[in-house]
């Protein structure tokens, strides 16, 4: 298992292009402490995000890892692209005639998709006990390391989505066709959710958990309806939150069920293909 | 007893409606030089994707080293090429090198070693993209030599080479071949095969029309080409010897076909015996090329 992780990190350290994109992509991530430094100050009306709560221990953990999760983009350039230049180079070819079985290859790719998922997992999770030291209110242990469950959403929704990418980047073997194909996937999934909630309310909700990139955004739900601030504006407006922000066991078993969808589906296309 | 590396049986591969390969059947044994002949389009390249693992077979079998392996691990101890040379443009000889290694498992020490053999050490850190193809061609010779292989299969390693690069190619292929390495060529290029294989597999529309030593390939024993001088002395008595099948003139020179065997020193004597002098006397195989146009004409 080592060997198959050893084997795809060369192939990405040695890639100018991941380099940058993975570069970047922690470098972005990075970049959510610089949502600390959002200050107004405009005559007597001064704002400063960070004093907003949005920091606060446990609320952070959501907060930064929904913000992180939208980065997720940049890593899925990556893992389409290094499975259609795998195509497009041959090298897939070379690699099975060189002693990889088609299992192993697809394995090693799924392992990379892990390592990144951990990864982006353990960088967001330090960056955010940085920012909460700083800014929380609350410091008390108990505190902070409550609500852990973003994170199992977001390393379940990394692997989920890095795993559709994989799966797209096999089937269509075309980097921008396979990007296309996921925006093309996602206007289809919000076509015929609008469809279904037209047609059949009754039933839409339950169906459309199921789509998987649906079930994906699922995991982690908009933290910005929570945020105090948000929260006591509704209120004298009399509306009333009654959401459940946390992370639904049933959704993140929807997600793992479509990863290893998209696993097993991207072996058995690659078993059956004369390359 | 030599050996089995590859056994083929009654292979067979559709693409629709197309058969490209057609219930092929031979063995490949250790310590020979094998080729396979036959015109583009023949099964050649199809045939090889089987055996390696690229192509899904329809039906039939292949067992590498007795069966008792998996093809992926038995791959392993296997170097091969297939049509053209196939690495990561932007990784450099040596990484390329690595890859493959770990691929197959092997320690990186053999790197240098492989390098060095086919001429391209002192580019080791030149990115991949940057070589020309009669270098890139020898990149996958080194990468496919990294394990030592049993066997080394190439797929028209010369295909697209300038004259210099299929020279320098082709020495190569007769340097691994003297190292006692088993070798699998597969070529439309009869001269390529006459120079370095031992045995041959001659294939044709999938099907396969003749598997043995390059030598059995055509029951015939030769031909002579004679000239001297008294011709039609020598025409007559060429008849009257019963070892030639038919003789024929081809301007001054008469060329006699064996019906059996015939040393031209035995020839020349009994010759010389019946007062007949020759100023030219020749003795040739039909080329590799003259039997393979019979086969596979004839078939």
Not at chain 1, 77 to 102: A, C, H, R
Not at chain 1, 109 to 121: A, N, Y
Not at chain 2, 11 to 18: A, E, M
Not at chain 2, 268 to 285: A, D, Y
Request: hydrophobic share 45%.
């Amino acid at each position: 298992m080592f060997r198959l992780l050893q084997i795809e990190l060369i192939k990405l350290r040695t890639s100018r292009v991941s380099k940058v994109l993975i570069v970047g992509y922690f470098g972005l991530l990075l970049c959510i402490a610089l949502i600390a430094a959002i200050k107004f100050d405009i005559g007597l009306f001064k704002f400063h995000l960070a004093d907003q709560g949005i920091f606060n221990f446990p609320y952070i953990w959501h907060f930064n890892t929904f913000v992180a999760s939208w980065l997720k983009l940049f890593l899925a350039v990556i893992i389409v692209s290094m499975m259609s230049s795998e195509y497009s180079n041959k090298t897939l070819k070379q690699n099975l005639i060189d002693g990889l079985s088609k299992k192993e290859f697809i394995l090693s790719k799924f392992l990379t998709v892990l390592l990144f998922s951990v990864v982006s997992v353990v960088f967001v999770f330090a960056v955010s006990l940085v920012l909460g030291l700083i800014y929380s209110d609350y410091d008390e242990l108990g505190i902070i390391f409550s609500d852990l469950q973003y994170f199992i959403g977001y390393f379940v929704k990394l692997v989920g989505f890095f795993s559709f990418c994989l799966f797209l980047g096999i089937l269509v073997k075309r980097s921008a066709f396979a990007l296309g194909f996921l925006i093309l996937w996602q206007v289809v999934e919000g076509i015929t959710a609008g469809l279904l909630y037209w047609k059949a309310e009754a039933i839409a909700p339950m169906v459309t958990r199921f789509y998987p990139l649906n079930a994906m955004s699922n995991l982690i739900k908009e933290p910005g309806s929570r945020l105090g601030a948000v929260k006591s504006a509704a209120n004298q407006l009399g509306e009333e939150f009654t959401k459940n922000y946390d992370v639904q066991t049933l959704d993140v078993i929807i997600v793992l069920a479509w990863t290893a969808l998209f696993i097993y589906g991207s072996y058995a296309i690659l078993k059956q293909r004369d390359l | 007893m030599s050996q089995t590396i590859l056994t083929l049986s009654h292979l067979t591969k559709k693409f629709g409606p197309i058969t490209a390969v057609n219930n092929v059947s031979f063995t490949i044994e250790k310590g020979n030089v094998y080729g396979i002949l036959g015109p583009n389009g023949s099964g050649k390249s199809t045939t090889l994707g089987i055996v390696l693992n690229v192509v899904n077979k329809t039906s039939g079998d292949f067992d590498w080293f007795d069966g008792t392996e998996t093809t992926h691990e038995a791959l392993k101890k296997v170097g091969a090429i297939i049509e053209r040379p196939n690495f990561y443009p932007y990784m450099t000889a040596e990484q390329n090198l690595q890859l493959v290694c770990k691929i197959k498992g092997v320690p990186e020490e053999k790197i240098e070693e492989k390098l060095e053999l086919v001429g391209l050490l002192e580019r080791r850190d030149s990115k991949f993209s940057t070589f020309s193809l009669g270098m890139k061609q020898r990149l996958a010779i080194a990468s496919a030599l990294l394990n030592d292989p049993e066997i080394l299969i190439l797929d028209e390693p010369t295909n697209g080479l300038d004259p210099q690069g299929i020279r320098q190619i082709r020495d190569l292929i007769k340097l691994i071949a003297q190292q006692g390495t088993t070798i699998l060529l597969a070529s439309h290029l009869l001269d390529e095969v006459e120079k370095v294989c031992s045995h041959v597999v001659i294939l044709r529309k999938g099907e396969s029309l003749y598997t043995g030593t390059v030598d059995g390939m055509v029951a015939s024993h030769g031909f002579m080409i004679l000239q001297g001088n008294d011709q039609h002395l020598l025409m007559e008595t060429l008849e009257n010897m019963n070892a030639f099948s038919s003789i024929k003139t081809e301007g001054d020179l008469l060329i006699a076909y064996l019906k059996q065997p015939l040393d031209a020193a035995a020839l020349n004597r009994q010759l010389f015996e019946k007062g007949i002098v020759l100023s030219h006397l020749e003795k040739k195989k039909e080329s590799l090329e003259d039997q393979f146009l019979q086969i596979t004409k004839n078939n």
